[in-house]
Nanobody, 124 residues
Framework: QVQLVESGGGLVQAGGSLRLSCAAS????????MGWFRQAPGKEREFVAA???????YYADSVKGRFTISRDNAKNTVYLQMNSLKPEDTAVYYC??????????????????WGQGTQVTVSS
């Protein structure tokens, strides 16, 4: 069983920054792929970023160059640094863990465990 707890969401003006954190339980955190997804009202959950290692890190085109995903395996934590935020980034952001050791997926149903979500609201 893996538990994920997100933090760091909030209200920010367009152009501002936020850093989301996701603390994970489990003794083999370093072997998980970790992803960030988001869901806006009335829309499907969409991929934001995922990482297994520095060499295996992926971003949605909509956030590339503005968001950075990173992980600290010693702290069992994954981060999402969000810069140059836009109103269209407003959503509930979820972190997720994929226990399969051979992939870094952008597909939500590949992820086994999910956090409760944290709200990010960007005002114009």
């Amino acid at each position: 069983q893996v538990q994920l707890v997100e933090s760091g969401g909030g209200l920010v003006q367009a152009g501002g920054s936020l850093r989301l954190s996701c603390a994970a339980s489990g003794r083999t955190f370093s072997s998980y792929a970790m992803g960030w997804f988001r869901q806006a009202p009335g829309k499907e959950r969409e991929f934001v970023a995922a990482t297994r290692s520095v060499a295996n890190t992926y971003y949605a085109d909509s956030v590339k160059g503005r968001f950075t995903i990173s992980r600290d395996n010693a702290k069992n934590t994954v981060y999402l640094q969000m810069n140059s935020l836009k109103p269209e980034d407003t959503a509930v952001y979820y972190c997720a863990a994929d226990l399969m050791s051979w992939r870094t997926s952008t597909i939500p149903y590949h992820y086994n465990y999910w956090g409760q979500g944290t709200q990010v609201t960007v005002s114009s």
